[in-house]
């Protein structure tokens, strides 16, 4: 069964420091993976995604996310954080037989 | 380009009442999606609706919840009778076909129901 974790619920980062947030899955296919990300009263807003091809994806507000067959994973990363960076953040993924399934989040908070 | 519409915002009810949610999808949005995120937890898929037809709705309690489709455009999502643990944010997604796997599916703001 297709699974996806988020071991960290919050990660504290100061304002211009490079940021990571975590994310491993488990599919039985090739994996369709995704980002989005939730600022609060709001709904989820997509960040960047996974299909094929190079590992390094790039996405919207300088996010990246790298992916890594291997070890499972799919790490978000940006070189420098700030402070409007602070949100909910949400790992998903899919495979070609069935629906999509979000992780539980992490928090990221960006101190001044 | 407008996004997803939800309404209402928020909505509280005694439990055994009844509710409804309404979305309007991204004008052009053949794919509706219906998602509940409990407090603390990622989204899960309820339903997914390919047009006005149901693709998936393994999920969905189907013993209250109930939701349509009809013209292919807007959808109601409907709890009858709602239990306390029903209080959640209910969210609307949409993308453009849903047969592509990797598709991206574009949200609205929710609903947050609470349920007392």
């Known amino acids: 069964a297709q699974s996806v974790a988020q071991p960290e619920d919050q990660v504290n980062v100061a304002e211009g420091n490079p940021l990571t947030v975590k994310c491993t899955y488990s599919v039985s296919g090739n994996p369709y993976l995704f980002w989005y990300v939730q600022y609060p009263n709001r709904g989820l807003q997509f960040l960047l995604k996974?299909?094929?091809?190079?590992?390094l994806v790039k996405g919207s507000y300088g996010f990246e996310a790298e992916f890594n067959k291997s070890q499972t994973s799919f790490h978000l990363k940006k070189p420098s954080a700030l402070v409007s960076d602070s949100a909910l953040y949400f790992c998903a993924v899919r495979d070609s037989a069935s629906k999509i399934i979000f992780g539980s989040g992490t928090r990221l908070s960006i101190r001044p | 380009e407008a996004g997803v519409a939800q309404s209402p915002r928020y909505k509280i009810i005694e439990k055994r009442q009844s509710v409804a949610f309404w979305c309007n999808p991204i004008s052009g949005h053949a794919t509706l999606y219906w998602y509940q995120q409990i407090l603390g937890q990622g989204p899960k898929l309820l339903i997914q609706?390919?047009?006005?037809?149901?693709?998936?709705d393994s999920q969905l309690p189907k013993d209250r919840f109930s939701a349509e489709r009809l013209k292919g455009v807007d959808s109601t999502l409907k709890i009858q009778p709602a239990k306390l643990e029903d209080s959640a944010v209910y969210l609307c997604?949409?993308?453009?076909?849903?047969?592509?796997?990797?598709?991206?599916?574009?949200f609205g703001p929710g609903t947050r129901l609470l349920v007392l």
């Open positions: 997604a949409s993308s453009v076909a849903g047969a592509v796997i990797s598709e991206t599916q574009y």
């Open positions: 996974y299909i094929t091809g190079d590992n």
């Open positions: 609706f390919q047009n006005n037809g149901v693709v998936d």
